[in-house]
């Protein structure tokens, strides 16, 4: 991530200037060591089934493992602001994707106006980096360190490493950094994995539109392999590169080959405006990425969805989470004034590749990752709606969250008329707005959502109207054989997101009503004759409201108070 000059001045000259007792981090006298910060997630436009921080801003999900059954995100987090600035590395918990326990601070400034930028962790089993000389459990994580002056302008970006003994909680730096060394101020986000028997980076050199790739036998030492060069669109610089291995499956879900993606986010500049993932499928060797073919493909239909990242650790189908916002406006966004937070990241999201026919060839499918754990009570199925309707008041869920499956199924499309259509509408009866989306049948069959009807955010490049074509579920041909559309989607009080065509495209959509949006309406009209339309409603339970004490605080893991920190000093708070 690159964060305005502005933003951190004003950050900096915040900060104070008392050094912690610490070795090797500088501790803003503001940010507590050794405990999360507390959290109120009772906020009407807090999400409660996504992850957002305790307080503050938070931006690039990062060094994202799962180990021994726990997922770990970490993630750019300025806990003293509500912009970007001060980078740290926040820390979080999930055993099942959807719970998230806040953890302390995981990564501080190395050195006041040292910041911990974007990048990775991965599990170092065979202890190759010789920092875990008893255990098959050691993480190592790798990250870009940004250097600024007292006057605010740029010093290099330099990639380094930290360890950590305990599966993640705390982290040591590395005495050998920087790992790759450098003299460009726009050299940033390591992502590594593993393949074969050595470590392979990429990382940005953003405003040269390059994706490197290094190896390293032991993670401390790099050796440049290869360039990935002005590939797809460029917006004004390249950021959080990632490189993965992913199944191929066809039609029927079987594994028939295996491919590996190189993703890019690009900010700003995006063709919908600010920032947008693009993605590149092809195979890798080692050292080379070779793309399959010249196509730019990218990984969100909508506005709201950055920065993604894989976990390593992760057998099959990779897992990704983003975040959910757009640099356009993430620093102006109404929960920063309202609630004292900004950003939450997506749900996870469950990856492999695939063709979709009739048109669109090799697509990622992002499908919702299993939501079974935060499912709550079944508030309304329809089997066989045909032309009608059906409306939902949840009003009294108390996350005011919702998961909604439609599947349309034996619709003719030959028959299909410009109004033939199903809509999934979300309103508040107190303030009369809405949030709309839906599918058109006929035509070009596109999948639009709307969030032009809500009122709490005004701002110019919050555009307010997404749409994709193509959304078939299946590879049949139109006019051929009845084809089928189906969708999953979240609300999650300014969250939306939708998974469509069985994940073929996704869309991740904040918006901000004045008032809780509370009904739920889902219609269809104009369906030739012989389509099936099915439809569940279901309530989402809040994984933050079992967290909270009395006072509806949500305190994380305070369990680590008296322990180490990430200069492996105590420090106190
Ligand atoms: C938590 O936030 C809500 C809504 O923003 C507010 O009404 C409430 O007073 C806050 N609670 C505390 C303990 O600050
Ligand atoms: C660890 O070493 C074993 C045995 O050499 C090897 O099979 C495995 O791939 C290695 N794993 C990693 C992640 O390096
Ligand atoms: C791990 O690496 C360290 C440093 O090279 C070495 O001293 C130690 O024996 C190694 N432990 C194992 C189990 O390989
Ligand atoms: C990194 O590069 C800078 C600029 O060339 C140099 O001053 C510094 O000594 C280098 N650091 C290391 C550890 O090599
Ligand atoms: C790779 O890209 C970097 C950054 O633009 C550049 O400095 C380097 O010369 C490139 N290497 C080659 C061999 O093109
Ligand atoms: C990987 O691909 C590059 C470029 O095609 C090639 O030069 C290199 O030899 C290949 N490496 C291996 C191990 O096949
Ligand atoms: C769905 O919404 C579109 C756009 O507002 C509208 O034209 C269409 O009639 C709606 N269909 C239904 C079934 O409400
Ligand atoms: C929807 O209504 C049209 C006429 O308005 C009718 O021809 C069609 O059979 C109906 N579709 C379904 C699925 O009931
Ligand atoms: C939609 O279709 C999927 C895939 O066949 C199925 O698992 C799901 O239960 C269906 N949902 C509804 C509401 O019919
Ligand atoms: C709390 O943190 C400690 C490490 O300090 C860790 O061992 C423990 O598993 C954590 N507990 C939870 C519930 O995350």
């Not at 740029?154 to 950094?177: K, L, R, V």
């Not at 959910?324 to 102006?332: C, H, R």
């Not at 079974?372 to 009608?388: C, F, Q, V, Y």
Request: glycine share 10%; proline share 6%; hydrophobic share 35%.
């Amino acid at each position: 991530m690159l964060f305005p000059r502005s933003l951190l001045l004003s950050v900096a000259a915040l900060a104070g200037v008392t050094a912690a007792q610490g070795v090797s981090t500088y501790v803003n006298p503001a940010v507590p060591t050794g405990t999360p910060l507390p959290g109120n997630y009772t906020g009407p436009l807090r999400s409660q089934v996504h992850y957002s921080p305790p307080t503050g801003f938070m931006n690039d999900p990062n060094g994202m493992f799962y180990l021994n059954g726990v997922f770990h995100l970490y993630y750019q987090y300025n806990p003293t602001g509500l912009g970007a600035g001060n980078q740290h590395w926040g820390h979080a918990t999930s055993k099942d994707g959807y719970t998230w326990e806040n953890q302390p601070i995981a990564l501080f400034p190395p050195e006041e106006r040292v910041y911990v930028f974007s990048g990775s962790a991965v599990v170092d089993v065979n202890n190759t980096s010789g920092f875990f000389p008893d255990q098959d459990n050691g993480v190592v994580a790798v990250f870009t360190l940004a250097r600024y002056y007292e006057d605010g302008s740029s010093g290099p970006q330099t990639q380094a490493i930290a360890y950590s003994h305990d599966e993640g909680y705390t982290f040591q730096y590395y005495d050998g950094n920087p790992v790759i060394n450098s003299t460009s101020t726009q050299f940033r986000d390591p992502k590594v994995i593993r393949y074969g028997d050595q470590w392979v980076m990429v990382v940005a050199y953003s405003q040269e539109f390059v994706v490197a790739v290094y190896t390293s036998p032991d993670l401390k030492q790099w050796t440049w392999a290869s360039n990935f060069t002005d590939h797809g669109l460029l917006g004004a610089q390249y950021e959080c590169p990632n490189l993965v291995k992913m199944p191929v499956r066809d039609r029927d879900g079987a594994v028939v080959d295996e491919k590996y993606v190189i993703t890019i986010s690009l900010q700003p500049g995006a063709p919908l405006g600010g920032s947008v993932t693009q993605y590149f499928i092809g195979d890798f060797n080692g050292t080379h990425f070779t793309t399959l073919d010249a196509a730019t493909r990218l990984t969100d239909f909508a506005k709201d969805n950055y920065a993604a990242q894989f976990f390593y650790g992760v057998e099959g189908n990779p897992i990704n989470l983003g975040w959910a916002s757009n640099w356009q406006y993430a620093g102006q966004v109404p929960t920063g004034n309202n609630e004292g937070w900004r950003s939450a990241m997506t749900l996870p999201r469950v990856n492999y590749l695939t063709k979709t026919a009739p048109r669109i060839g090799w697509t990622i499918v992002d499908e919702i990752y299993d939501p079974k754990p935060i499912m709550g009570e079944s508030l309304k199925t329809a089997t066989d709606m045909g032309n009608g309707s059906i409306t939902v008041d949840y009003a009294d869920v108390e996350s005011n969250a919702l998961y909604i499956e439609a599947n349309v199924t034996g619709l003719d499309v030959a028959k299909a008329t410009t109004f033939s259509t199903l809509n999934l509408t979300f309103t508040s009866p107190a303030s009369g707005e809405s949030l709309r989306s839906g599918f058109y049948f006929g035509g070009d069959n596109p999948f639009f959502v709307d969030r032009g009807q809500l009122r709490g955010f005004d701002n110019v490049f919050f555009t307010d109207k997404f749409s994709v074509a193509d959304v078939y579920y299946d590879s049949n041909a139109p006019g051929q054989k009845p084809a089928s559309w189906s969708m999953k989607a979240v609300i999650d009080r300014s969250m939306y997101e939708v998974f469509v065509g069985g994940g073929r495209h996704a869309g991740t959509v904040l918006l901000y009503p004045t008032q809780p949006l509370t009904v739920v309406n889902v219609a269809a009209r104009d369906l030739p004759a012989g389509a099936r339309v099915s439809v569940a409603v279901w309530a989402l339970e809040s994984t933050w409201a079992g967290q909270a004490d009395e006072q509806g605080t949500v305190l994380g893991n305070v369990t680590t108070a008296t322990t180490t920190t990430t200069s492996g000093k105590a420090m106190g708070s």
